[in-house]
């Protein structure tokens, strides 16, 4: 299973709290959004393991005092050309 085995990385982290802090440093306001998929996608990771990740999201940005958004649900599945990328002018 792609997402069986998911867990949080502390280089991936580092490396979102570096840029955060940059673009903060820069003005910039930081929001980490989870990207639209099919729903198909987001079946795939077992539910113990969603939770797990949304409250690794949910921890890291309260860290960072950014926003967290979840736009996994917000495009039909027919807006997809696979589990994960956007059509090219499926919004049009």
């Known amino acids: 299973k792609l997402h069986a085995s ?3 990385k502390a280089e991936m982290d580092a490396c979102v709290e570096r840029m955060a ?3 903060q440093e ?3 306001q930081v929001i980490l959004l989870e990207c639209p998929v099919t729903s198909t996608f ?3 990771m077992p539910a ?3 939770a797990e990740y949304l409250a690794h999201v949910e921890d ?3 860290r960072l005092g950014c926003k967290y958004v979840d736009a996994s649900a917000w495009l039909p599945d ?3 050309k696979d589990s994960h990328h956007v059509a090219a ?3 049009s």
């Open 6 to 8: 998911w867990a949080p």
């Open 21 to 23: 802090r940059r673009l």
């Open 26 to 28: 820069l003005g910039a």
């Open 42 to 44: 987001r079946r795939i």
């Open 48 to 50: 113990e393991k969603r």
């Open 60 to 62: 890291l940005s309260r």
């Open 78 to 80: 027919c807006y997809f």
């Open 89 to 91: 002018g499926a919004m």
